[in-house]
């Protein structure tokens, strides 16, 4: 039955899946900087839009235990210089990794990417402040693919390039 709901939704536009499929795809385009988890997420997300539109009822809502969360934040601070996936983030939170999604926005009124993102340029802006190091080993330091995706998250995060930020520490 949701098969045969789905099949007439299909023909129409839908614009969420339209700019999901646009990012990945622009993602990809640029030797996907972003990383596994951007392409993880995006993935997703298309996958949820998609059973949308079949007008399942959602489940019902469950949480992260605040221990749980800890664990999580706290492996995410620890391993920010390497890849992280949500199969990784899952397997510390002991959840399936569709819940951990689900849950960790619940929980923290943001995506996991975007919160990762958002710890890397933090650390990256500390490292900055606190010495002469080249922004080729702060962005590896802070897990960013090069210095131009950590300039790009820098600007769009704090509004101000690492050089910007370095210069004015002086």
């Known amino acids: 039955m949701a098969s045969a709901r789905l099949a007439h939704h299909h023909m129409l536009r839908n614009d969420r899946i339209v700019l999901l499929g646009q990012a990945l795809e622009s993602d990809v385009k640029a030797g996907s900087p972003s990383g596994p988890l951007f392409a993880e997420n995006v993935g997703m997300a298309l996958a949820v839009e998609l059973i ?11 949480r992260l235990s605040n221990a749980q969360l800890q664990r999580v934040l706290a492996y995410i601070d620890a ?4 890849p992280l996936t ?9 959840v399936s990794s569709s819940h951990l999604r689900t849950w960790f926005k619940a929980a923290m009124d943001i995506t996991i990417h ?10 990256a802006r500390q490292l900055l402040l606190q010495g002469d190091r080249k922004l080729s080993d702060v962005a590896l330091a802070a897990g960013f693919a090069h210095q131009s995706h950590l300039a790009k998250w820098m600007r769009r995060e704090l509004g101000r390039s690492p050089s910007e930020l370095r210069r004015s520490k002086d």
Do not use: C, F, K, M
């Open 52 to 62: 949308n539109l079949a007008n399942d009822p959602p489940g019902e809502a469950i």
């Open 79 to 82: 391993n920010l210089d390497q």
């Open 86 to 94: 949500i199969d990784i983030l899952s397997r510390e939170a002991g």
């Open 114 to 123: 975007r919160y990762i993102l958002r710890r890397r340029v933090e650390h």
